[in-house]
């Protein structure tokens, strides 16, 4: 994606990067960018915080809009505009299209806010594409996050009361009662959805 450089304007919606913009807490962002300018050579555009409903999404694009500078010089319209940039709350870290829906940039902001790291690798993995399916996946599939996919087999063990069994069992048997938990986690790899994230692996079950 071609980005424009949103940090060398003094005007109004043109200067977006500065500290004084820059929002207290880690929330998500977009920069929407007026297209009528950007192809006339101008910057215009807007930090725009996405984590509000559609409603303030648009209302903000709009006055971005309205105040395009080409705009002014030479009455043409700007009605188009486009997503150039995106930081904050793990927002940069999934694949957002320049042309993504004002709506579904509130409804991804809304699913990062609920639940973090687990939608964005699965995101990562997916693709935003179905949103709906996100949705569901990272509410009614996710199992849990672990360190690695070794520890996530000895949770497994641990459920299973493996290590209590073995415990219990004749200490003539015990030598041979052993936990092959390399084996069990190339096991959970084939039947689980298991991907890497931020601090280890995040566990989701597709058969839920």
Do not use: C
Not at 43 to 67: F, Y
Not at 70 to 93: P, S, V
Not at 171 to 196: G, S, W
């Amino acid at each position: 994606m071609e980005h424009s450089n949103p940090h060398q304007r003094e005007e109004e919606h043109t200067q977006p990067d500065t500290d004084a913009e820059r929002p207290s807490v880690d929330r998500p962002r977009i920069y929407v960018a007026s297209l009528l300018d950007y192809t006339s050579g101008a910057i215009h555009g807007a930090w725009i915080d996405a984590g509000q409903d559609v409603a303030a999404l648009e209302a903000t694009v709009q006055a971005m809009l309205a105040a395009s500078p080409t705009a002014a010089g030479t009455g043409e319209a700007a009605e188009a505009w486009a997503i150039h940039d995106f930081d904050g709350g793990g927002l940069h870290r999934l694949p957002l299209g320049e042309h993504e829906s004002l709506a579904d940039v509130a409804r991804i902001a809304q699913l990062l806010s609920e639940h973090g790291e687990p939608f964005i690798v699965l995101a990562q993995h997916a693709g935003l594409d179905d949103l709906d399916f996100l949705e569901a996946a990272v509410r009614d599939s996710f199992v849990g996050h672990w360190p690695s996919v070794e520890e996530f087999a000895e949770h497994v063990f641990d459920d299973m009361g493996a290590p209590t069994f073995i415990e219990n069992s004749p200490r003539h048997l015990r030598p041979f009662l052993l936990l092959n938990v390399e084996k069990m986690a190339e096991q959970l790899e084939t039947e689980l959805t298991i991907l890497d994230g931020q601090g280890g692996v995040y566990v989701f079950n597709p058969n839920t």
